[in-house]
């Protein structure tokens, strides 16, 4: 039986397991980007589907691709080394 799921556990138990911390500095440190892979990512977005998060749709990322990818690219490149995301 699966101590931590209460309908299969005889006992209660009011503590949660302890999961070690996970660093993942090291994968997004290894994640390149250049002005033409962004470029690529952008042709083949679904112009089909809704808006993101961000409320751009991808119609309008997909028609600005000769004119986006570099500020985006610096805005990528930018994120992991501030360790912060943009904000609104």
């Known amino acids: 039986m699966n101590s931590f799921h209460p309908s299969s556990s ?21 994640v390149v980007f250049t002005p033409g892979t962004v470029k690529e990512e952008l042709k083949q977005l679904n112009v089909s589907k809704a808006a993101g998060p961000d409320k751009i749709y991808h119609r309008v990322l997909k028609e600005l ?24």
């Open 10 to 30: 005889k006992e209660k138990s009011d503590t949660l397991p302890i999961f070690p911390r996970k660093s993942y500095e090291e994968d997004l440190m290894s």
């Open 65 to 88: 691709n000769d004119i986006i990818p570099m500020p985006l690219y610096h805005i990528y490149c930018q994120s992991p080394n501030e360790e912060t995301l943009p904000s609104d």
